[in-house]
């Protein structure tokens, strides 16, 4: 049996310190005060994130290279892709507007695709990661700012508002984001910062001897 070796945990909500004990997969540990959740035991959680961000990445592209949606009128098609509509609102002087599409839809999204890919790919063939602390800092940070899911609300609100009046054709970016939506959140729900710092923290020779 593999020795292992208790380490003390804040409790998120109300700062009680506790002693980590070992869970079986699958299962959580909840503070003994006011029964929050500690930490998971998650199953497979890098590899399992690892496969949803690739998958992410490939939708992502696909969803800024393919038009989003096309407006037919009197035989006349135009379609519009998210680089178009980012470059659309900044002509019709909407900087503002136009620079926050922008980073919530384009560059955050990409940067964090290609952070966690450059964090989980490493410890998914056992190897340290380099400046994995600012790559996990940077994550946190970025978060927030993603609105994939907001801008498909705000495309849905629009095609609805626009199928009165011409002909919509959804294009493929449209079922690319949705389908990248659902795979950012299962991302985020299977992602486990304590299972990327274990990982971390293992010494060579430990996991195989384990």
């Known amino acids: 049996m593999a020795h292992y070796s208790a380490q003390l945990i804040a409790c998120h909500d109300c700062d009680l310190l506790q002693r980590?004990?070992?869970l079986k997969p699958g299962c959580?540990?909840?503070c003994s005060r006011?029964?929050?959740v500690l930490?998971?035991?998650a199953t497979d959680s890098i590899n399992r994130t690892l496969?949803?961000?690739l998958a992410a990445?490939?939708?992502f592209v696909i969803a800024n290279i393919f038009p989003i949606f096309a407006i037919e009128v009197q035989g006349s098609r135009n379609a519009i892709n998210l680089a178009g509509a980012v470059r659309s609102l900044w002509s019709q002087q909407f900087q503002s507007l136009?620079?926050?599409v922008f980073l919530s839809t384009i560059l955050i999204p990409a940067l964090e695709l290609v952070t966690m890919t450059c964090l989980l790919l490493p410890l998914k063939f056992r190897r340290i990661p380099g400046r994995y602390s600012f790559m996990l800092r940077f994550i946190r940070i970025a978060e927030p700012w993603g609105m994939i899911e907001v801008f498909m609300l705000g495309v849905l609100v629009?095609?609805?508002k626009l199928t009165s009046s011409f002909k919509v054709i959804p294009g493929i970016a449209l079922w690319s984001f949705g389908g990248l939506t659902l795979l950012l959140a299962a991302a985020a729900a299977s992602f486990s910062t304590r299972d990327v710092w274990a990982r971390l923290d293992r010494k060579p020779g430990q996991e195989s001897a384990a």
Do not use: F, K, Q
């Open 57 to 59: 990445s490939v939708l």
């Open 28 to 30: 959580a540990a909840s």
């Open 39 to 41: 930490y998971r035991n």
């Open 20 to 22: 980590e004990i070992p």
């Open 34 to 36: 006011c029964g929050a």
């Open 51 to 53: 496969a949803y961000i």
């Open 98 to 100: 136009s620079l926050l």
């Open 158 to 160: 629009s095609l609805v």
